[in-house]
């Protein structure tokens, strides 16, 4: 399907409702532009949450993870038993 659009002073476009429904664009969606061999190439995109976590946090995990002297070794026996 061609379709031709107009681009407004602000730079938007409106997507034609049959494209939207078809590739379940919803309002307020994301879609993704990549130019592509001087051809536009828009699909929908997802966003996903960042988190960030603090210096402190990260200290704190690379603690909590720290390993015992001997836990490899029990780690080991626990890995073959269960592996037998």
């Given at each position: ?5 107009m ?17 379940g ?60």
């Amino acid at each position: 399907m061609k379709s031709t659009l107009m681009v407004s002073s602000r730079g938007q476009i409106t997507l034609p409702s049959s494209l939207r429904k078809k590739m379940g664009i919803q309002g307020g969606g994301v879609i993704s532009v990549e130019e592509q061999n001087g051809k536009l190439v828009l699909s929908p995109a997802v966003v996903t949450e960042v988190e960030m976590y603090t210096d402190e946090e990260i200290k704190q995990w690379l603690e909590d993870d720290r390993s015992e002297p001997g836990d490899e070794e029990k780690i080991k026996k626990i890995f073959a038993r269960n592996n037998k």
